[in-house]
């Protein structure tokens, strides 16, 4: 939601403040009907990726004792060459990996820079096709890009796609993708 809230004015907030104040509470068991399309995921985990996307970016997050590999399929990198927004097709995948620690439980760096990978935790994969958006309210909406998280055996864990929406929502003009450039 920080993502959402930095964007309101002062008056935005209190007139969102005021709105909610004036509502009455939720019936017993009340659901969203948005929330189908926030619990669930269309991102099918890519197979074969290190054989058939490229690894264009990689960060290394010590205190987490992480580094991330960012990994691109050809229709994302293409438009991303070209300088253009990435269409639908477009797939990117991030390897989180546990790395390699020193005697003093320091993480081990690299003669390339970055921190030893050892052990895969996990993937992130974000991806688009047409019509992935539809389902999502327009506060949230990245247009059609649809988010994924799977274990390190490639096993879909369950996510809440309104995190990753939001936290992607103020990058539109870098077609809601942090590691675009």
């Known amino acids: 939601m920080n993502a959402i809230a930095a964007q309101l004015t002062s008056d935005d907030i209190a007139g969102l403040a005021a709105h909610f104040a004036a509502q009455p509470g939720a019936q017993?068991?009340?659901?969203?009907?948005?929330?189908?399309?926030?619990?669930?995921?269309?991102?099918?985990?890519?197979?074969?990726?290190?054989?058939?996307?490229?690894?264009?970016h990689a960060v290394n997050f010590p205190a987490r004792k992480q580094v991330h590999h960012f990994y691109a399929n050809r229709t994302a990198l293409q438009a991303a060459r070209a300088g253009k927004p990435l269409p639908d097709g477009?797939?990117?995948?991030?390897?989180?990996?546990?790395?390699?620690?020193?005697f003093d439980d320091k993480p081990m760096m690299g003669k390339d820079g970055l921190?030893?990978?050892?052990?895969?935790?996990?993937?992130?994969?974000?991806?688009?096709?047409?019509?992935w958006g539809a389902d999502?309210?327009?506060?949230?909406?990245?247009?059609?890009?649809?988010?994924?998280?799977?274990?390190?055996?490639?096993?879909?864990?369950?996510?809440?796609q309104a995190e990753c929406l939001a936290c992607h929502k103020p990058l539109e003009r870098s077609s809601f993708a942090f590691t675009l450039k």
């Open 28 to 56: 017993s068991g009340a659901r969203s009907s948005l929330l189908p399309g926030m619990a669930s995921a269309r991102v099918a985990f890519p197979e074969g990726h290190r054989e058939t996307f490229v690894r264009y």
């Open 90 to 102: 477009s797939e990117l995948l991030v390897e989180v990996h546990a790395v390699r620690l020193d």
């Open 115 to 131: 921190l030893e990978a050892e052990d895969l935790l996990g993937y992130s994969v974000m991806a688009r096709e047409a019509g």
């Open 136 to 160: 999502i309210p327009d506060m949230l909406r990245n247009d059609n890009w649809n988010y994924a998280a799977f274990t390190a055996d490639r096993k879909p864990r369950t996510i809440n």
